[in-house]
């Protein structure tokens, strides 16, 4: 049975469950309306009317995903990056997230030349991200069970 500190210990830095299933619902409708999205108009060559629903849907994902980001920036990649565990991942999903972010305001408000590249720019940093993303809670789960392990064994030795 695992004593009190070992429980505390395995638990630092860990999001809560209702943050973990907002945030994959937020990934997974995320990446499925903008590949529905994508496939309909670039792939497909569907009027934009037709696509209202991908439009909005992936818009109000994408604008609930950043609040949801926001909450894991003050606990759990503050907590897991003074911990150093899984910190090369986090950061490359911070990085793309950054990317995906600096694509949209690029989509908004880019004329142009600007605009055409920031849609090529949120294609590519909006997959890469969702797969980081899943790279990231795989790799993370290692060092969890890594670090709960020398938890454990620093405890029975002491």
């Not at 830095?13 to 209702?18: F, L, P, T, V, Y």
């Not at 565990?85 to 972010?101: D, E, P, Y």
């Not at 055409?116 to 969702?130: D, F, K, N, R």
């Amino acid at each position: 049975m695992e004593s009190k500190q070992q429980l505390v210990a395995s638990k630092i830095g860990k999001m809560s469950q209702w943050h973990k299933y907002i945030t994959f619902m937020g990934v997974i409708l995320s990446v499925t309306s903008g590949i529905a999205w994508f496939v309909s108009d670039d792939l497909m060559g569907k009027p934009i009317q037709d696509l209202s629903l991908w439009i909005n849907l992936h818009g109000i994902v994408g604008h609930l995903f950043l609040l949801i980001l926001g909450m894991a920036l003050y606990h759990h990649v503050q907590l897991t990056f003074q911990m150093r565990k899984n910190v090369w991942m986090g950061g490359t999903f911070i990085a793309t997230s950054l990317l995906l972010i600096g694509s949209i305001l690029a989509l908004f408000y880019g004329r142009g030349v600007v605009h055409e590249q920031a849609h090529v720019m949120h294609l590519v940093s909006g997959t890469l991200s969702g797969i980081v993303f899943f790279l990231h809670i795989q790799i993370g789960k290692k060092s969890f069970a890594i670090k709960s392990f020398e938890v454990s064994q620093k405890s029975i030795t002491a």
